[in-house]
């Protein structure tokens, strides 16, 4: 789950800063130097890319909090594969035996 809270904290950074920085290509603050041109194309690529990050955290947001039955069914089937592995070895040593 660390790697989970890593995305989620980098997503989240992602959101903020490129929201910010999209605002500021927007109303052409001085503070973001592009060409004139630009700013317009800018703004639109700084807000598409905040809004990947808003995806991914939320994508890394509802595997953490909400996608807890994906871990039942991986020990279910690790404990069917266990008895599974048991019955066979029982089988083996009564075949020995014989």
Do not use: H
């Amino acid at each position: 789950m660390v790697c989970l809270d890593y995305c989620m904290g980098v997503s989240l950074l992602g959101v903020i800063f490129l929201f910010y920085w999209g605002i500021l290509t927007a109303t052409g603050s001085e503070l973001m130097y592009l060409q004139p041109k630009n700013k317009g194309d800018g703004a639109i690529s700084l807000f598409f890319a905040a809004f990947v990050y808003a995806l991914i955290f939320g994508i890394c947001y509802y595997f953490k909090y909400y996608a807890k039955e994906g871990n039942d069914d991986v020990s279910r089937y690790i404990q069917r594969a266990q008895i599974k592995q048991q019955k066979q070895e029982g089988t083996e040593l009564k075949d020995l035996n014989s």
